[in-house]
């Protein structure tokens, strides 16, 4: 069992910057962050491992970045650059196994999730 308890979030003109906090009560294998944008099914945005390896998904590389504080059981989702179309809810998951990937990448392979926190970019 794992707690996970978000912060950040929050209203940002395009363009703008955005970090989302992630801790975990204990120390998962994996934590990774989701979004949920308007009409969409809740998608991965990317991972991080214990041993600090991290990956963001095509769709948001170059703008998002993660890091994994490991000694603080902490994930952050760094949102640069952000788009209207970013706007939704973005969630933190956690899992007592290797990050997903790829088509396995999915909502029903983590178990636990944080409260969520809503993002909204505007014009």
């Known amino acids: 069992q794992v707690h996970v308890v978000q912060s950040g979030g929050g209203s940002v003109q395009a363009g703008g910057s955005l970090r989302l906090s992630c801790t975990a009560s204990?120390?998962?294998?994996?934590l990774a962050w989701f979004r949920q944008t308007q009409g969409m099914e809740r998608e991965g945005v990317g991972t991080?491992?214990?041993?600090?390896?991290?990956t963001v998904v095509n769709s948001v590389k170059g703008r998002f970045t993660i890091s994994r504080d490991k000694a603080n059981n902490t994930l952050y989702l760094q949102m640069d650059s952000l788009e209207p179309e970013d706007t939704g809810m973005y969630f933190c998951?956690?899992?007592?196994?290797?990050?997903?990937?790829?088509?396995?990448?999915?909502?029903?392979?983590?178990?636990?999730w944080g409260q969520g926190a809503q993002v909204t970019v505007y014009t």
């Open positions: 204990s120390d998962p294998y994996c």
């Open positions: 991080g491992e214990g041993d600090g390896t991290t």
């Open positions: 998951a956690a899992r007592f196994a290797p990050c997903p990937w790829g088509e396995a990448f999915i909502r029903s392979a983590f178990a636990f």
